[in-house]
């Protein structure tokens, strides 16, 4: 089996160079350590380089291309479908890592709003507290005096924490904006509705003092007494007691 191996490889030597492209390399340089895996790479390297040279040389005396075209795709190992699998493992787990640094995100984020919220509340009650000691000393130097003088204290309500001013001035009423045109248009054709509507027959000061059209009601007394109707109602009279009408049935 050796002997068929060796005649096997021996076709080398007969055929010609550009079938077989078989070289012989340098003699091997002896090594400082033959342990030391870094050199004896690096040495490797260098003796296929070596050959690598020769063979591009021998190629280009005899014309022969051995340089890949710019315009040459090779055929892949592994299949579009392969590669497809391959991308949507690479999208999922760049999509993990990147709900991952979201959260991480926003843990951090919940974190420092709640440490500003806390400094925001312990700002808020270190001003409440200088403003009530502001007038606890306003009201020892009052008293202190008689509750004498025009010494009058001004103290905004945001000292306290409390709600801002309006921007509005006092006795102000609120001043809407201006209706568009269209809203206008609007108006005129299908009026405002809504309460207005509602309270159009409502009386006022005016219509409450109009007696033009009051008309004095016919009452009772006027015609007379009613008729007593079945079961002695209606009129004539005061019902005897129970005492009474048995009286009255037994003298019957």
Do not use: I
Request: a positive charge.
């Amino acid at each position: 089996a050796l002997h068929e191996a060796l005649e096997e490889l021996e076709w080398t030597s007969t055929a010609p160079w550009e079938e077989a492209q078989a070289l012989t390399a340098a003699p091997a340089e002896a090594l400082r350590d033959v342990h030391d895996d870094l050199e004896r790479e690096l040495h490797f390297y260098n003796q296929a380089l070596a050959a690598a040279r020769v063979a591009v040389g021998k190629l280009e005396e005899r014309g022969a291309p051995w340089c890949r075209p710019d315009d040459y795709y090779a055929e892949m190992v592994k299949g579009d479908e392969h590669m497809r699998r391959v991308r949507e493992k690479l999208l999922l787990e760049k999509r993990r890592v990147d709900e991952a640094e979201e959260r991480r995100k926003a843990r951090e984020a919940k974190k420092f709003a709640k440490h500003v919220q806390a400094e925001r509340l312990k700002e808020r009650a270190q001003q409440r507290k200088q403003a009530l000691d502001r007038v606890q000393k306003w009201r020892k130097d009052r008293a202190r005096n008689n509750y004498s003088g025009d010494d009058e204290f001004d103290l905004e309500a945001e000292d306290f924490g409390g709600p801002r001013q309006a921007k509005q001035q006092a006795g102000v009423r609120f001043q809407g904006r201006e209706k568009s045109k269209k809203r206008l248009a609007r108006d005129a054709k299908f009026g405002f509705g809504g309460v207005k509507k509602k309270l159009a027959k409502q009386n006022d000061a005016k219509s409450s003092r109009d007696m033009s059209e009051y008309r004095q009601g016919s009452f009772g007394p006027r015609h007379g007494p009613k008729k007593a109707t079945r079961g002695g109602r209606g009129g004539g009279g005061q019902r005897p007691g129970k005492a009474r009408r048995a009286q009255m049935r037994g003298s019957g």
